[in-house]
């Protein structure tokens, strides 16, 4: 049994910083790159960050430069650094895996797999 779970969100006023936790049961996330994606009410999913095994990180231009995704394998955890938060970071975000690595630039979602089942994050004053 796999899953992924994210943690961390909550709400916070613009400006403002979050750290979110993605953790791995029954699968080493060192093995796989892992996304970050978030969704708005009555927007698609978008791809937020996506780090490879090998620490290479990505990010999509809303977010570049504001946010941060780093991993640390010991504790089987991916991490996504929310800095500067704006009205339109407000989503659930959710991480997922890819096992291949090689399209983690783009940042896809239907280049990944397994899923964990969201935390949402509300930017408001």
């Known amino acids: 049994q796999v899953q992924l779970v994210e943690s961390g969100g909550g709400l916070v006023q613009p400006g403002g910083s979050l750290r979110l936790s993605c953790t791995g049961a029954?699968?080493?996330?060192?093995?796989?790159?892992i996304g970050w994606f978030r969704q708005a009410p009555g927007k698609e999913r978008e791809g937020v960050s996506c780090?490879?095994?090998?620490?290479?990180?990505y990010y999509t231009h809303p977010v570049k430069g504001r946010f941060t995704i780093s991993r640390d394998n010991g504790k089987n955890a991916v991490y996504l650094q929310m800095n500067s938060l704006n009205l339109e970071d407000t989503a659930v975000y959710f991480c997922?895996?890819?096992?291949?690595?090689?399209?983690?630039?783009?940042?896809?979602?239907?280049?990944?797999?397994?899923w964990g089942q969201g935390t949402q994050v509300t930017v408001s004053s």
């Open positions: 997922a895996t890819e096992r291949s690595g090689r399209l983690c630039p783009w940042i896809n979602p239907p280049d990944f797999d397994t």
């Open positions: 029954g699968l080493a996330l060192a093995d796989y790159a």
């Open positions: 780090i490879k095994s090998s620490g290479n990180s």
